[in-house]
T-cell receptor
């Protein structure tokens, strides 16, 4: 099975940088996804890591260390619209490759 | 416009009634999924399907049923056997099981 841990809530100020951590313990691993979800809306895909290292995409970056079972999502130049829940999801290495989601980290960006 | 549609956005039912939630996609994706989300909880997988006429139980399939008769459609039935059906239900699809999943807008089901 999979066990995924993320902080429940975080707060940050507009224009700042914030790092959201995700740790996982899995019986098999084949990639890690980050999704953003605004309240009452569908999650939207942000990033994907399958190899160790940093993936950068505009203001958002995601890092993975498979040996440590650890990932983080880095958000730069925070904007008010970044206030949302950020979901970490791990894909297993079975033939079906399903995702297991963490409970999400609620980020509140204040002026 | 390509995408995933779920209807209705809000649904109310009386306890003991079965209810079917629709999910349609025109992305030509092979794989489709149903998740349930409760307040303060992550998404939990109910059922998934990799190809037409085939589907697999997820982590919390009890009290739910699905069908996959067409590639575009993956309806979910919440039966009266589901003990706590009030939740936010999300449908997703992906080109294959190794690709990112795209989500529909969700249906919020309230059982009174």
């Amino acid at each position: 099975g999979q066990n995924i841990d993320q902080p429940t809530e975080m707060t940050a100020t507009e224009g700042a940088i914030v790092q959201i951590n995700c740790t996982y313990q899995t019986s098999g691993f084949n990639g890690l996804f980050w999704y953003q979800q605004h309240a009452g809306e569908a999650p939207t895909f942000l990033s994907y890591n399958v190899l160790d290292g940093l993936e950068e995409k505009g203001r958002f970056s995601s890092f993975l260390s498979r040996s440590k079972g650890y990932s983080y999502l880095l958000l730069k130049e925070l904007q008010m619209k970044d206030s949302a829940s950020y979901l970490c999801a791990v894909r297993d290495d079975s033939g079906y490759s399903t995702l297991t989601f963490g409970k999400g980290t609620m980020l509140l960006v204040s002026p | 416009d390509g995408g995933i549609t779920q209807s209705p956005k809000y649904l109310f039912r009386k306890e003991g009634q079965n209810v079917t939630l629709s999910c349609e996609q025109n992305l030509n994706h092979d794989a489709m999924y149903w998740y349930r989300q409760d307040p303060g909880q992550g998404l939990r997988l109910i059922y998934y399907s990799q190809i037409v006429n085939d589907f697999q139980k997820g982590d919390i399939a009890e009290g739910y049923s699905v069908s996959r008769e067409k590639k575009e459609s993956f309806p979910l039935t919440v039966t009266s056997a589901q003990k706590n059906p009030t939740a936010f239900y999300l449908c997703a699809s992906s080109r294959g099981t190794y690709n990112e999943q795209f989500f529909g807008p969700g249906t919020r089901l309230t059982v009174l």
